[in-house]
């Protein structure tokens, strides 16, 4: 947060903190329980109902899918582009592929500097387009694509 120029945003975390074990999740939770004091950072912590979460999606001006290493796409990517909440996500996997070209930020993984820069981008660019457009291209997704993709490939094989 403090590396973006986006003063008046805030943070809010919404769900549990991945951890390995019962003592790094500890260390982990501390950690940014410290950090969150310190950046008037708000935490829905454990389950959010359904009914909170597209609150939560449709009140944000972006939703932030924060990696630092390669992981599967978790859900959150779909979730916010159906909504309509514009995306900052790192520039790798199927965010690549389905933000490239689009009017979302991408981010290089580990670089906080990159992270802060994408997410001052997406702070400056009007909300209501890109929502409009997020939305449009998430009615393509689905099983029809995938189908239509891949089944040309399995049949020619």
């Not at 390669?70 to 389905?98: C, F, K």
């Not at 009017?103 to 992270?115: F, S």
């Not at 994408?118 to 457009?133: C, F, T, W, Y």
Request: net charge positive.
């Amino acid at each position: 947060i403090r590396l973006t120029t986006c003063r008046r945003k805030r943070l809010v975390f919404a769900g549990r903190l991945p951890a390995a074990n019962r003592t790094h999740r500890f260390i982990q939770r501390a950690k940014f329980e410290l950090w969150r004091w310190s950046n008037a950072v708000i935490n829905f912590k454990g389950y959010v109902p359904d009914h909170t979460v597209r609150a939560l999606f449709e009140a944000a001006d972006a939703a932030l899918i924060l990696r630092s290493e390669p992981h599967l796409n978790s859900g959150i990517l779909s979730v916010a582009m159906t909504i309509g909440t514009p995306v900052v996500a790192p520039r790798y996997g199927a965010y690549l592929e389905y933000l490239n070209n689009t009017k979302n930020e991408l981010y290089e993984p580990r670089d906080v500097r990159d992270l802060a820069s994408a997410i001052d981008q997406a702070a400056k660019k009007e909300r209501h387009a890109i929502s409009n457009l997020n939305r449009q291209i998430s009615k393509d997704w689905g099983w029809k694509k995938i189908l239509n993709i891949c089944l040309p490939v399995v049949i020619s094989s």
